[in-house]
């Protein structure tokens, strides 16, 4: 048996405990919390993305004027990349912006989202794909280190 504060629960195999080591350490912390990883359904998705594009979110905006204006600049200074990793790629805005100024007459990079929600893995993958279809798109439905490890491990 494990025991955390006042709940006990029997060790199960990692990949089945996950959720409920999750729950029984945040629900027993003090203040109480639950990782967003479980929120990210398709219909979490939808609401983050909506939350997104509202005009006083600022984080999302910012970023994406930041990336649209600096794009060349990055590109030149990262000498043409082979790769590109993008993480929480959401519906894969930022990675159009940063590509916004990309001379697709050289070799493309590869571009790997990674994401916990397997519905903006699709939808970013889609839009990215649909933006240019020289581009390889390999998405990686994980959490941000596994998803870098698997992205480098291409």
């Not at 930022?94 to 990079?109: A, D, H, I, R, Y």
Request: with cysteine; hydrophobic share 40%.
């Amino acid at each position: 048996m494990t025991r955390t504060g006042d709940v006990s629960m029997s060790v199960m195999l990692e990949s089945e405990s996950t959720l409920a080591i999750d729950v029984v350490e945040g629900l027993s912390a003090n203040p109480k919390r639950l990782p967003s990883k479980y929120l990210y359904d398709s219909l979490g998705s939808q609401l983050f993305q909506a939350i997104c594009e509202l005009p006083w979110y600022n984080i999302t905006n910012g970023e994406i004027r930041l990336l649209k204006q600096c794009s060349e600049a990055i590109m030149s200074k990262a000498n043409s990349p082979s790769i590109l990793v993008e993480l929480g790629s959401g519906n894969g805005s930022k990675m159009l912006s940063l590509l916004s100024n990309w001379q697709f007459g050289q070799q493309s990079p590869v571009v790997h989202f990674v994401d916990i929600s397997p519905a903006a893995l699709e939808l970013s993958t889609l839009n990215l794909s649909q933006y240019n279809d020289s581009l390889t798109v390999v998405p990686h439905e994980s959490t941000y280190e596994k998803g870098l490890e698997a992205a480098l491990a291409e």
